[in-house]
């Protein structure tokens, strides 16, 4: 089989090339990972990268279009009510049967995967694939992404016990606008300047983006290595957490279609809240975690939202194509 047609066939289920350079970047990381001076240098140039990506952010993100979405008031409120309230009450209700089969840094990453925001670009992609509201995608994944930077991080610290071993400082907060939020903001002031450039180089700024999450994946995935990530948890309990993720994942989907179909949401709304309300963003989700749990055992506290993120794309693609047919 030629290389073009394998690519054809793996998209078709949801498998595009981020995902297998995704995958590649773990295994690299597992096979040769950053140590010494190669990581400190690495640690600064991902930082930097990471500025950079919500600079761009910020720069393509249009005013006008959140000011058109907000005027659909219920759908804003249904997609932040399902990221920051749906989500973080099923990943606590699961965390006591989790504790009993995966080591307390995973329990933890998986309470991470619950507070995180929306994702913003594969939502509002999967949304105009479908046929949805593309501006209330855009207005819902944006706000969701902008509230998480100082949400996300609030949610975990009243979701972990007081008596756990992990502690999420509030300092990070700080750490956390300065590296996401103040990158954003300046993009946004720099759009009348940028706007075209950016919107002419789409595929620089996807670069960008990709560039630096795999850096981040590297980074994390690098030093559990070095830690011994894969002794503490072998591949039958990588696939435990596999299935988890997608439970997860399955449940909240279902529980959106349900409540959009009850309440009478037109059709073109029911997409938008079912995509940027069931995904997780590992663009924000990644660096924040760098931040949030310096000096711990970051590539296990990660590991769940790597493989949501990937379990989100590949069903999120899928049905996406389904819609449109529909």
């Not at 507070?115 to 913003?120: G, I, L, Y």
């Not at 594969?122 to 855009?138: D, E, H, L, R």
């Not at 979701?159 to 071993?165: F, N, Q, T, V």
């Not at 059709?267 to 000096?295: E, Q, W």
Request: charged share 5%; hydrophobic share 60%; aromatic share 8%.
């Amino acid at each position: 089989m030629s290389a073009s047609r394998l690519e054809a066939v793996l998209k078709r289920i949801g498998i595009d090339r981020y995902m297998v350079l995704l995958a590649t970047t773990v295994l690299l990381a597992s096979l040769v990972p950053a140590q010494g001076d190669f990581a400190v240098v690495l640690q600064h140039v991902t930082y930097w990268a990471i500025a950079l990506l919500f600079f761009l952010y910020g720069a393509k993100l249009s005013t006008a279009m959140i000011v058109s979405g907000l005027a659909n008031w219920k759908l804003q409120i249904a997609c932040l009510l399902c990221t920051f309230a749906l989500y973080p009450l099923l990943t606590m209700a699961a965390a006591p049967l989790l504790s009993a089969i995966f080591p307390a840094a995973v329990v933890l990453g998986f309470l991470y995967v619950g507070c995180m925001p929306s994702t913003v670009q594969s939502s509002i992609a999967f949304t105009s694939i479908s046929g949805g509201n593309v501006a209330g995608a855009i207005c819902a994944a944006s706000i969701s992404s902008l509230l998480g930077v100082v949400l996300s991080p609030l949610l975990l610290m009243v979701l972990i016990p007081a008596a756990a071993e992990f502690a999420v400082a509030p300092s990070a907060i700080w750490k956390i606008i300065q590296q996401i939020l103040l990158p954003f903001l300046v993009g946004q002031l720099c759009r009348p300047l940028l706007a075209d450039f950016v919107n002419r180089h789409k595929t620089t700024t996807m670069a960008v983006d990709r560039g630096a999450i795999l850096l981040i994946v590297y980074s994390a995935f690098s030093a559990g290595v070095v830690n011994g990530i894969w002794s503490v948890m072998p591949w039958q309990s990588v696939a435990g957490l596999v299935g988890l993720c997608a439970l997860l994942l399955a449940l909240v989907m279902g529980l959106i279609l349900l409540v959009s179909r009850v309440s009478g949401m037109n059709r073109a709304d029911m997409l938008a809240l079912f995509y940027c309300g069931s995904t997780k963003s590992l663009a924000t989700g990644l660096p924040m975690a760098a931040i949030l749990f310096a000096g711990q055992d970051i590539s296990l506290i990660v590991l769940p939202l790597m493989l949501f993120h990937l379990i989100q794309l590949i069903v999120h693609a899928v049905v996406s194509q389904r819609a449109r047919a529909a």
